[in-house]
């Protein structure tokens, strides 16, 4: 008789998910900036942590006046979204 036994856990990665970020500079003089900027989306189960804006699917040129960028950002699936910082 043995009196050993295996328990075996599959643990998966967290589900992700492909948020896409739009943000609009607005067309006032000085507006527009080189800075490094970044996001954290809330949602009902998660947060994403601090992500960072780096390359716009738009423009080689992020964040400039009078301009509409769009970031593709992978992430954890963190249900509905309720904030964003």
């Known amino acids: 008789m043995c009196d050993c036994f295996w328990l075996t856990r599959n643990l998966s990665a967290a589900a992700m ?3 896409h970020v739009y943000v609009y500079t607005g067309d006032k003089f ?21 992500v960072w804006l780096k390359t716009s699917k738009t423009n080689k040129n992020k964040f400039e006046r009078k301009q509409m960028d ?8 963190i249900g509905e979204l309720k904030k964003i910082q």
């Open 17 to 19: 998910e492909t948020y």
């Open 30 to 50: 000085g507006a527009g900036t080189d800075a490094n900027v970044y996001i954290v989306l809330f949602g009902d189960n998660d947060d994403t942590g601090e």
């Open 70 to 77: 769009e970031f593709v950002i992978e992430a954890v699936d």
